[in-house]
């Protein structure tokens, strides 16, 4: 088993599998961790969450309850991605602005979703795979593309 699990709390009968790496993250009860998935710091995941493999899960992001997250999706925190910062130095972390993201109880997304930092996503909406989410969804929708834009209303 090669994991790497550093200062993370680990809810009852939550499966994780090989090749994850999990940091300074909170993660609920009964959920489903896939292969070669990552969760940074400041990560919080509710129960009954399932996070397919290779997906990124970065530092700022909420998972509600009942979320299911596809393969390859991934996360960004960054609204202007860095190397260095206005003095030639490596980024740190006072260097650049957290946006948090909040994925709210029963949303779906899907496999090689892109999420930009700092959006919402409602309550049972669905994310189509290969969408890039630039904009806040709204609850019982379902939206793809690039940008995501709504194709379908849900009841």
């Known amino acids: 088993m090669n994991q790497i699990i550093k200062n993370c709390s ?10 994850v790496n999990l940091y300074d993250c909170e993660i609920g009860d009964e959920c489903i961790i896939g292969t070669f998935v ?3 710091k400041n990560v919080s995941i509710g129960d009954k969450v399932k ?15 009942n979320v299911f997250i596809g393969h390859h999706v991934v996360f960004v925190n960054d609204k202007y991605p860095r190397s260095t910062n206005v003095k030639g130095e490596l980024k740190q972390d006072g260097d650049w602005k957290l946006q948090k ?3 709210k109880k029963n949303a779906s997304i899907g496999s090689n979703a892109t999420i930009l930092g700092g959006m919402i996503i409602g309550e049972n909406s669905l994310i189509g795979a290969g969408s890039v989410v630039t904009k806040n969804v709204a609850k019982n929708v379902v939206v793809a593309g690039n940008p995501a834009k709504i194709i379908k209303k849900l009841p």
């Open 10 to 19: 680990i809810g009852k009968n939550t499966k994780i599998w090989d090749f």
């Open 38 to 40: 990552e969760i940074q």
């Open 101 to 103: 993201t909040i994925v």
């Open 51 to 65: 996070i397919s493999s290779h997906s990124f899960i970065c530092e700022g992001v909420t998972l509600e309850d």
